[in-house]
């Protein structure tokens, strides 16, 4: 009995060494940025802890609100500077800990009593280490690791989101302020038409109606610049935001102007197929399940078990007072509860996930598809806008002015054929912004750049986008 | 401003007329050329595209005087930027060919206009006949739907009077009908469909008639000219007529053509001047003539008697009628002749443009320029700022008052051109002399 207790003394010290791991500062972030960088191509991915390499970081966002923003420095700020994201990445460190916790034992229980008699006293003390644990500690570490790739896998998806919230948000910006500036021209054509018609009244050449008419198009106008203007407000508000910025770092600028499409249209061919191999949070689902896996593994090996403990007690016989020493052993009784509850519950939890993850794909590639469907209508709208309808609302312009030139239309007639040119202009902004965002949209879709298409063929003219054109 | 090529083309008209046929070589040439220059701006991509739409091309309207009658029975009329009808003699009975089918005519250079006409023009060449003799005519139908001839005003039989379903079946398209009688009152007449007539007319198919006195020295004149007037709605940047306009026109003719593109009447110092002037548009027009008292002679109901005549600078025409002026030409200079009406010595014109008179525009310019590029404010001091500058303007459109003058922009269009009276001219010459040169201390000073 003596040695036995002497080989398992060693054996439990080796156990609580071996327990006492330390945390790493890392947290899996390596493996968060490799995965989001590779999805980002071009943007550098940083967690900001509070060490000198942070003012880098500051350093970065001041540079590059300096000049006025493209997409992809949007993105890069806010993949810097954006508060939320920054919190999220905490909960890598939660993750780890828990990794961590999973291959720690749990600490050996003392107990005591105490018997007073009499006359008498009777002391005892044993020490129980839960033996349960050590036997699963495996099983659960890689659960645990299962979860923390999970939690890897929600990083990069949240960077992703991040991303394509900013690109929305500043295609949208963008447009906001292309919108404005057309808008005020049009506003600006009315003032003229009313100051024209204020001109003719002076004169005695108008009727009060008819100039009435002219002054209230101009006021409807004037409301109608400011909604237009707030919504700019708004829109500009929504991407400071997502990018961290507040107090001067508010006053960046932005491109005149969206670019233009490409002439080439990507092709569906292949991209649900990408979207299944890359999307994360297919990654997360599968690795929900790889988890539920592993949990029923462990439930089934357990079976009816839940406690196991050994120890050693020793205790003073008040009659000899003598120290008794043995071993204590404490088990459950599967009397009532043989864990077949347990293993059911972890049976149904993993044909969820399963589920789940069919339900996730499932929806995955009709995304795909949608978003590739509203890229190519936004495309060829714009294309159409250009080729098409831009250079017709120009014709009328200049037909204007010819008719104009032969006394055969007024003033009024041309100022109202330059509203209408700005109007389209609007429309064509809109569908530029349609395709920037879908692009946007498109890419979320597939968690990464579009493949590279094959060498564009040469740019032809915009089809006329037709309800039979769509695929 | 004449090209060469339009050069060669008068030319070539001359070559091939017969004998005694003139071609005005040198016609409203000098006039013409801001309405060239406008033409050439409005030349654009589109226009090239629909030539349909935008008229196409038509040859130059020339004045081409008919050949004398070997026989001497009459002096031709000179019918102005048109013709008069050849004719043969068949068995004693003259014979005159009419084909009525479309045609594109020139109203002035820069305007083609989708017509109907006969024998490739409108007005249709004028029908000259004497007093008396038989004529035979036959009508060739090349349009694409029925007609008839209607001799307005023409005392011939019932049967042969044109009136589609009343006096005769219309003619169909590719049928050819024959009208044959001797008319006795010598004077001015017209031709005109009495099918679908609305929108024939509306479309241009009209022409006069003449009716020469048996005895060449009745009522002789050295200079006799013929004039249609007719109206049309073809909008700017259009070519074909609105045939359903009833009131709204907004182009006036003399034989089809507006100025800058009707040639001048070139008379000689002292002739006896006799112009017949017909009207089927829809409305009268006064016909003035600048620097002489004229009167008016006949109708197309026959001579007025002299007692019956008085003096008059202005003559009303009234629709669906004829009237004859004579005069002397014994004052030498260039004299304006047009229609009183003064929208109609206009070519197209707006008449729903924001008043703009006395308005002050001072700095709207700049303020419309920086939003529509090209625009030009006009109209607070008048509309004389058109005729200063060709300015683009919409394709197959004439500027609405164009023509230069020897001191500057002659701001006219429509029914309007020039008497020129000239000492020396010799008989039959009806060529452009140029402008008048008025003798020293005769003309206005400026202080």
Same mark, same amino acid.
Not at chain 1, 20 to 43: I, K, M, N, Q, W
Not at chain 1, 104 to 110: K, Y
Not at chain 2, 235 to 264: C, Y
């Given at each position: ?87 999220? #990445? ?45 036997? &699963? ?33 500043? #295609? ?23 100051? &024209? ?20 198009? #101009? ?35 932005? *491109? ?171 429309? #064509? ?28 063929? *040469? ?13 | ?50 030539p349909q739409l935008a008229g196409g091309t038509a040859p130059t309207a020339r004045t081409v005087v008919p050949p004398a009658p070997a026989d001497g029975s009459y002096r031709p009329v000179v019918t102005l ?367």
């Amino acid at each position: 009995m003596t040695d036995k207790r002497k080989g398992l003394l060693p054996a439990l010290a080796l156990l609580l060494l071996g327990g006492c791991t330390a945390v790493p500062g890392d947290a899996g972030f390596a493996d968060v940025r490799r995965t989001a960088s590779a999805r980002l191509p071009g943007e550098q991915v940083q967690w900001n802890r509070g060490t000198p390499d942070d003012k880098r970081e500051t350093d970065a966002v001041a540079r590059l609100i300096e000049s006025p923003l493209a997409a992809e420095s949007a993105v890069q700020i806010a993949l810097l500077n954006n508060p939320r994201l920054q919190a999220e #990445y905490e909960r890598l460190g939660v993750s780890q800990a828990a990794l961590v916790q999973a291959g720690l034992l749990a600490n050996p229980v003392f107990s005591t009593d105490i018997l007073v008699g009499d006359s008498t006293i009777s002391p005892a003390f044993g020490v129980v280490q839960d033996f349960l644990a050590v036997f &699963t500690r495996s099983a659960r570490q890689a659960i645990a690791a299962s979860d923390f790739d999970r939690v890897k896998d929600d990083m990069v998806n949240k960077v992703l989101d991040l991303a394509a919230d900013v690109r929305s948000a500043y #295609y949208t910006a963008v447009a906001d302020e292309q919108e404005a500036d057309l808008f005020g021209q049009a506003v600006a054509t009315l003032e003229v038409a009313a100051d &024209t018609a204020e001109r003719q009244s002076m004169a005695g050449n108008i009727n009060p109606r008819d100039q009435t008419l002219q002054q209230a198009q #101009y006021a409807k106008a004037i409301v109608e610049r400011s909604r237009i203007e707030a919504r700019t407000t708004v829109d500009r508000e929504r991407l400071d935001r997502l990018l961290g910025l507040s107090g001067d770092q508010t006053s960046w600028n932005l *491109p005149d102007r969206l670019p233009d499409p490409p002439s080439s249209k990507p092709s569906l061919d292949g991209l649900e197929k990408v979207a299944i191999q890359r999307r994360l949070d297919l990654a997360g689902a599968r690795q929900d399940l790889q988890t539920a896996t592993y949990a029923l593994d462990l439930g089934r090996q357990l079976g009816w078990l839940s406690v196991l403990g050994l120890g050693v007690q020793v205790e003073k016989d008040p009659d000899t007072h003598k120290w008794l020493k043995g071993p204590v052993v404490e088990l459950t009784l599967p009397l009532f509860d043989q864990g077949q509850a347990r293993v059911a519950t972890l049976e149904a939890e993993q044909r969820e996930s399963r589920k789940v993850l069919v339900a996730l794909a499932t929806d995955a590639r009709s995304e795909v598809r949608e978003a590739w469907a509203r890229l190519i209508a936004a495309q060829e709208a714009a294309a159409f806008y250009k080729v098409t309808i831009l250079p017709l609302q120009q014709r009328v312009v200049d037909e204007n002015a010819k008719l104009a030139s032969g006394m055969l239309i007024g003033i009024y007639d041309v100022l109202r054929g330059r509203q209408d040119q700005l109007d389209a202009a609007r429309d #064509y902004v809109e569908a530029l912004k349609d395709y920037w965002v879908a692009c946007a949209r498109l890419e979320r879709a597939i968690a990464g750049p579009l493949p590279a298409t094959p060498a564009a063929e *040469p740019s032809k003219q915009a089809s006329i986008p037709s309800a039979g054109d769509r695929p | 401003m004449t090209s060469r090529r339009d050069f060669f083309s008068r030319g070539a008209g001359i070559l091939t007329a017969t004998a005694g046929a003139v071609g005005l070589t040198r016609s409203a040439a000098a006039q013409q050329a801001p309405a060239q220059a406008a033409h050439a701006a409005a030349k654009g991509p589109g226009a090239r595209r629909a030539p349909q739409l935008a008229g196409g091309t038509a040859p130059t309207a020339r004045t081409v005087v008919p050949p004398a009658p070997a026989d001497g029975s009459y002096r031709p009329v000179v019918t102005l930027n048109a013709s008069s009808l050849p004719y043969t003699i068949s068995a004693g009975v003259k014979e005159f060919r009419l084909v009525a089918q479309p045609v594109k005519r020139e109203f002035a250079p820069g305007m083609v206009v989708n017509c109907w006409g006969y024998n490739a023009q409108t007005p249709g060449p004028t029908i000259e006949m004497v007093q008396g003799e038989r004529v035979r005519i036959f009508v060739k139908n090349e349009l694409p739907e029925w007609t008839t001839v209607h001799w307005h005003g023409m005392l011939v039989p019932n049967g042969m009077d044109g009136v589609g379903g009343l006096t005769q079946p219309q003619i169909p398209p590719g049928k050819t009908g024959v009208y044959e009688f001797a008319i006795d009152e010598p004077g001015t007449y017209m031709y005109h469909p009495h099918a679908d007539e609305m929108v024939q007319m509306a479309m241009g198919l009209m022409g006069m008639v003449v009716v020469h006195p048996k005895d060449p020295t009745e009522r002789a004149i050295d200079r006799d000219f013929a004039i249609m007037l007719h109206s049309w709605d073809v909008k700017p940047g259009t070519a074909t007529p609105n045939v359903a306009q009833m009131l709204d026109f907004d182009m006036w003719t003399f034989n089809s053509r507006v100025f800058p593109g009707i040639d001048p009447l070139p008379v000689r110092l002292g002739d006896r001047v006799r112009v017949r002037i017909g009207n089927l548009s829809m409305t009268s027009h006064p016909i003035h003539l600048h620097g002489y008292h004229f009167h008016q002679t006949a109708t197309d109901g026959g001579r007025i008697p002299d007692s019956a005549q008085w003096p008059m600078t202005t003559v009303n025409v009234p629709v669906g009628a004829t009237v004859d002026i004579e005069f002397v030409a014994d004052r030498p200079g260039d004299w304006a002749f047009h229609c009183h009406k003064s929208h109609h010595a206009m070519n197209a014109m707006s008449h729903d443009i924001p008043n703009m008179i006395g308005v002050n525009q001072a700095g709207m310019d700049k303020r419309i320029g920086g939003l529509v590029p090209g625009y030009m404010a006009m109209g607070s001091t008048g509309m004389a700022e058109m005729a200063k500058m060709a300015m683009p303007l919409p394709r197959n459109t004439l500027p609405m008052m164009a023509g230069k003058g020897p001191f500057g922009p002659l701001e006219m269009g429509g029914m309007f051109t020039v008497v020129k009276v000239r000492e020396g001219l010799a008989p039959g010459d009806y060529r452009d002399p140029g402008w008048y040169r008025q003798p020293t201390g005769t003309a206005m000073r400026l202080l």
